[in-house]
């Protein structure tokens, strides 16, 4: 009887050690999960404004490009009413030249 009693105290005393390893373990599962979410919460934050900078970058090079394009257009057309008016005067130099 008196080893059924020690078998029986040792089971108890085995049974409290368990509950307390999983209480334990539950405290760092539940900390673990916390950590997990606030990360992920971080990284989904993080996420949206490197998406919006994105956008915002895109949107930026494309009115660059834009812009590019006009000026380019319009450096064209200076180029092409300078070279036009170079021409004039050298004909006007060149009528000049044999007038005189």
């Keep these: 009887m008196e080893t059924l009693q020690s078998a029986l105290t040792q089971l108890a005393q085995a049974q409290i050690r368990t509950q ?3 209480d334990q373990m539950t405290g760092r599962i539940d900390s673990f999960v916390y950590e997990v979410q606030r ?5 989904s934050d993080r996420l949206s404004r490197i998406e919006a900078a994105i956008e915002s ?8 490009t834009r812009n590019s394009e ?3 257009a319009a450096f064209r057309s ?6 036009a ?3 004039r005067l050298d004909n006007l130099v060149d ?6």
């Design 20 to 22: 307390q390893n999983i």
């Design 39 to 43: 990360v992920l919460t971080n990284q």
């Design 57 to 64: 970058n895109a949107d930026a090079i494309g009115r660059l």
């Design 70 to 72: 006009a000026d380019r």
């Design 78 to 83: 200076y180029t092409e009413r300078t070279d």
């Design 85 to 87: 008016m170079i021409g």
């Design 95 to 100: 009528y000049l030249m044999r007038q005189g």
